[in-house]
């Protein structure tokens, strides 16, 4: 996240994402802190209906504070007293918050959806947050009430810490993640030397206009077959035994791989493409649409929605450009070489010939779209530049804009 301020500088917010290696007492000290969240969230949920149905009102942050400070001085819950108090108080702040977002979505239309729910010990994922006071020292990670936890710093923490994010994923390892700010000199537009067009896909991950093609992993699929073995292993134990919390474990820790897996691939492609090229075009694919198809896992499993983000962000804090492209775009049926669109291109035609009798030029079907796509980014670019951000510099160093054409861009 990004923002600038009036001095004409940035401020960078950066999350860090480290793994812990608490010893058995810090583990359960972590266990009580997400324990008391998760027992604070439910019972101001409670209090908060109870309210409504009573008088008609909501109850605000303020006022379920206070009465969190009241809550702790009954016997049945003095426990509470020795719990993180801030943690406490930011599980009112993202129950509140999570009400706020509850009824901007009704007045946008979208009713019955994101309401608050109660949090079962049993299916809530144990975590909490901590908006200050969570420092990293060397490998250690120092929080309060708990001490001293050794952490893997796989990289240098950079910035001021203005929160952290505990959690413990399904596979029982504990993570911490912090986010930072940090200064940073304004955004300089330089011009553009170097663009690349990038069509996404299932049979090959993407496809470059310069002609370079980057298989599809399949991430998912290649695990598929021990997946399938560890669940059904699962599926074989009685619930409650301690084999059966053994076998959800290696399910866990599959899964976790997997995911993994990609975010390391896609992070090195997206790295790659921001260092090279000052324009990167791609096309605006619904994923959300597309995830309701018959193709649903095997897009899921690309990650498309994850590689344009990180692209994204990666490119604004390298001075480099992304041009999303409109999804109703014909860059597979439009011939690259004189422009003329083939309306009966099916999905099962992989390469075609341009059937314009001044052309008849022979398309690779994902080489054609990248190189439209690349062509199509370049030249909103362009005009996006002669609106009025201009990006070059005359003998004076002032900033100058071309002068928008009649019919530039056609």
């Known amino acids: 996240m990004i923002w600038y301020n009036g001095a004409m500088t940035r401020t960078i917010q950066t999350t860090y994402r480290y793994r812990l290696n608490p010893t058995v007492a810090q583990e359960n000290l972590l266990n009580q802190l997400a324990g008391a969240r ?30 969190l400070t009241r809550l702790k001085q009954q016997p049945e819950t003095v426990w509470l007293r020795e719990m993180h108090a801030q943690s406490l108080q930011q599980a009112l702040r993202d129950l509140d918050s999570a009400y706020q977002q509850f009824f901007r979505r009704i007045k946008r239309g979208e009713r019955h959806k994101g309401f608050p729910r109660f949090k079962s010990r049993k299916t809530d994922t144990p975590r909490f947050r901590m908006p200050q006071d969570v420092r990293l020292v060397d490998s250690f990670l120092s929080v309060p009430k708990i001490g001293m936890i050794r952490a893997v710093v796989h990289r240098p923490l950079e910035g001021v810490t203005k929160g952290a994010t505990f959690k413990r994923e399904p596979d029982g390892h504990w993570f911490v993640s912090l986010v930072t700010e940090q200064q940073a000199e304004a955004r300089t537009e330089r011009p553009v030397h170097t663009h690349v067009g990038v069509d996404v896909g299932l049979t090959s991950l993407a496809v470059f206009s310069n002609g370079e093609t980057i298989p599809n992993p399949r991430w998912y699929r290649t695990q598929c077959r021990k997946l399938r073995r560890a669940q059904q292993a699962l599926s074989r134990k009685v619930r409650g035994s301690h084999n059966r919390g053994k076998a959800r474990v290696v399910v866990a820790r599959l899964h976790q ?67 999303a492209i409109g999804r109703f775009f014909a860059s597979s049926k439009t011939c690259g070489a004189c422009g003329w669109k083939r309306d009966d291109l099916t999905l099962a035609m992989r390469e075609w010939d341009c059937l314009n009798p001044a052309c008849g030029v022979h398309h690779d079907r994902d080489l054609n779209a990248a190189r439209n796509i690349d062509h199509e980014g370049k030249r909103l670019f362009d005009l996006r530049i002669a609106a009025g951000h201009a990006e070059t510099q005359n003998a004076c160093g002032d900033s100058v804009s071309p002068i928008v054409t009649v019919g530039a861009g056609r």
């Open 38 to 67: 998760r027992f604070v969230w439910n019972w101001a949920l409670d209090r908060k209906k109870s309210h409504y149905q009573q008088t008609g009102g909501t109850l605000g942050f303020a006022a379920l504070s206070a009465e």
């Open 257 to 323: 791989k997997i995911r993994n897996q990609r975010n390391d691939f896609l992070h090195k492609l997206s790295t790659d493409l921001v260092r090279h090229f000052d324009l990167v075009s791609l096309e605006d694919v619904s994923i959300r649409g597309l995830a309701k198809t018959k193709l649903a896992k095997s897009v899921l499993d690309a990650g498309w929605g994850m590689f344009r983000s990180m692209l994204e962000y990666k490119a604004d804090r390298n001075d480099t450009h992304v041009v």
